[in-house]
């Protein structure tokens, strides 16, 4: 199945719903940050005060950003 481009999308007016299914529905990936010790901390801190694991927060801060969600 061709998937087409998360840009394609955007311009050609999409709902946020469309959007989001975008986002989530690709395949797996890694990626390595880089982030001063005390930026690590104080993220390790902010996640788990929000139940949650640090990669989900920061797919979730990404799929928020892309769809131009606040």
Do not use: W
């Amino acid at each position: 199945m061709h998937q087409v481009k998360y840009s394609k999308l955007v311009h050609s007016g999409a709902t946020q719903t469309e959007l989001r299914e975008q986002l989530v529905g690709g395949d797996a990936t890694t990626i390595t940050m880089c982030d001063p010790k005390n930026i690590k901390e104080t993220e390790s801190d902010a996640v788990r005060f929000r139940g949650m694991g640090f990669s989900v927060f920061m797919r979730s801060c990404t799929i928020s950003e892309s769809s131009g969600q606040e």
